[in-house]
T-cell receptor, first 112, second 117 residues
């Protein structure tokens, strides 16, 4: 299955709170899991990515948690800021091909 | 910082008409891609292009679609006879050499919104 399922569709978080977005996949050939951030009028931009040989990757306030056995991964945004308000896409790739398989996206709004 | 650019930002066309969407990838990149996003849906892969030929395409990329790199800078997507369901945001992306171990990041342009009436 080439799908990546993402939830929630939209999320509202208070400034300073933790934003959590979840994704699941089925294709075990996927071996690279990027997250993209998209602001209005812009294309998706790589935010952070993880490979399945690690369970967590942290870059600043952004953390990916990866559960290989459950085939799930999630993005945590700590100390969420109004500037984080954007659409977030989880995605998956296989080394065998070029295409990125995107989730449906989560529209995140951080309340000031 | 170099970026992918796309023109036009919005294209309105009548059903059955041909459209050409244009992209200028990052200058030293070798791999080029088109994705589309129907309103409210996920971003979907259409085609990848390397060394002047298609390297991979999705089932969406049928005979109505074609890609071309007419010169050293532009990368185009042509839809021969547009249908209502072709209305979407079309994103171009480019990436650098595969000599870098692991994955090479795809850099996305801002998109062209295509509206078919």
């Amino acid at each position: 299955q080439q799908q990546v399922k993402q939830s929630p569709q939209s999320l509202i978080v208070q400034k300073g709170g933790i934003s959590i977005i979840n994704c699941a996949y089925e294709n075990t050939a996927f071996d690279y899991f990027p997250w993209y951030q998209q602001f209005p009028g812009k294309g998706p931009a790589l935010l952070i990515a993880i490979r399945p040989d690690v369970s967590e990757k942290k870059e600043g306030r952004f953390t990916i948690s990866f559960n290989k056995s459950a085939k799930q991964f999630s993005l945590h945004i700590m100390d969420s800021q109004p500037g984080d308000s954007a659409t977030y896409f989880c995605a998956a790739r296989s080394y065998r091909d070029d295409k990125i398989i995107f989730g449906k996206g989560t529209r995140l709004h951080i309340l000031p | 910082e170099p970026e992918v650019t796309q023109t036009p930002s919005h294209q309105v066309t009548q059903m059955g008409q041909e459209v050409i969407l244009r992209c200028v990838p990052i200058s030293n990149h070798l791999y080029f891609y088109w994705y589309r996003q129907i309103l409210g849906q996920k971003v979907e892969f259409l085609v990848s292009f390397y060394n002047n030929e298609i390297s991979e395409k999705s089932e969406i990329f049928d005979d109505q679609f074609s890609v071309e790199r007419p010169d050293g800078s532009n990368f185009t997507l042509k839809i021969r006879s547009t249908k209502l369901e072709d209305s979407a945001m079309y994103f171009c992306a480019s990436s650098g050499s595969r000599l870098i171990a692991g994955y090479n990041e795809q850099f996305f342009g801002p998109g062209t919104r295509l509206t078919v009436l």
